[in-house]
């Protein structure tokens, strides 16, 4: 299973609205065929992983990081497949999150005499379906919030200089993370001082692919997006999504498509909206925001944060006119929300910590 769970993460970012999913066929304590959804439309792990194998599938065991499809999409369902090859045994990790289609691949396989076993590594596994299932039941993606910032919570200097505030091993877990979004976000004031280009900048081995499928996605409330800005000059232009409010600018923005939303009530960009429609129109299922400060305030405050992955240097900068990582309305001490602990690790000198909502 550990294996199958490899070859999935080979495929995040480039599946959607598809999750990412893995398959490896064991016989008589051999693989002989393995195999991984690449994208939407094209064949599924399974089917892969059996039109891979070396020899007849007949009493073989399947594992699989999710359950396999039982309905007729793109692609025909993976349970007929499996009955067609007359396995012994599917071994899956994590149950369908969909609750239309959960548990009805177990009852087709079990009433036809495959015996099935669910749950295997489905902690390891669970990381790959979270963002398909915030999108098939919520309907709006898994958001991340990325923020690289000091001891005492700055994310730049008084001359807004943030680069760099963690070191090399940091930066390359973050590209990782943009590797395995949909989607990157950011503040129009992001790309107006540090002019990045968000996309994934690595070599990721055993898929050239890597990163190819992301989009970017810029909130540009004050209508005064740079035309000079990498994400709407470079050859990745056309994935990029200004969204702003409506009437506020003129500016067609080159290559980059332009979203125009109302104000809300409150006279706030409607962040919700924004994901919303992400979702419908974009099939985006995991979305990593990387600042800057106004936009993570507001994605907090709004309760739109579904992990947020803080970079903690060991640095002070002792400025209170540095940029604060959260820079919004905030909350009194008694209403404050409280987090919990999801993971942290060292990464060289800096600490990644990973905390979600109760």
């Not at 792990?45 to 070396?54: G, K, L, P, S």
């Not at 996309?199 to 409330?221: H, M, Q």
Request: with cysteine; charged share 25%; glycine share 10%.
């Amino acid at each position: 299973m550990r294996r199958a769970i490899e070859l999935a993460r080979l495929s995040e970012g480039l599946t959607r609205p598809n999750p990412p999913v893995g398959a490896v066929i064991v016989k008589q304590g051999r693989i002989i065929g393995e195999g991984r959804h690449r994208r939407a439309g094209l064949a599924h792990a399974e089917v892969n992983a059996f039109d891979a194998c070396t020899e007849s599938a007949a009493g073989a065991t399947v594992y699989v990081t999710l359950e396999p499809c039982s309905t007729t999409g793109r692609q025909p369902p993976c349970t007929e497949r499996i009955l067609r090859e007359r396995v012994a045994r599917v071994v899956v990790a994590c149950d369908d999150p969909n609750p239309r289609h959960a548990g009805r691949a177990y009852d087709l396989l079990r009433e036809n005499g495959i015996d099935v076993v669910t749950g295997i590594c489905r902690e390891e596994a669970l990381p790959l379906i979270e963002p398909f299932g915030r999108h098939v039941t919520a309907g709006r993606p898994f958001v991340t919030l990325k923020l690289a910032l000091t001891l005492d919570g700055r994310i730049a200097d008084r001359n807004r200089s943030s680069k760099w505030i963690t070191g090399p091993k940091a930066r390359r877990e973050v590209q990782e993370m943009r590797r395995r979004a949909d989607a990157v976000l950011v503040g129009g004031g992001t790309v107006a001082i540090d002019n990045p280009s968000l996309l994934y900048r690595e070599a990721c081995a055993g898929e050239p692919d890597a990163g190819s499928n992301l989009l970017r996605v810029i909130v540009d409330t004050h209508g005064d997006l740079p035309e000079q800005a990498n994400v709407l000059n470079d050859a990745a232009a056309e994935r990029t999504i200004v969204a702003r409010f409506e009437g506020k600018s003129s500016c067609t923005h080159g290559a980059a498509r332009v979203w125009n939303f109302p104000p809300t009530d409150e006279g706030d960009f409607p962040l919700n909206a924004l994901l919303e429609r992400l979702a419908q129109e974009e099939n985006v299922m995991s979305i990593l925001c990387e600042g800057g400060g106004h936009l993570a305030a507001r994605l907090h405050e709004k309760k739109l944060v579904d992990e947020y992955a803080l970079f903690y240097a060991p640095a002070i900068l002792g400025d209170k006119a540095g940029l604060s990582g959260f820079a919004g309305t905030g909350f009194l001490l008694a209403d404050t929300p409280r987090l919990k602990w999801h993971d942290m690790r060292r990464l060289g000198d800096d600490l990644l910590l990973r905390i979600r909502p109760f």
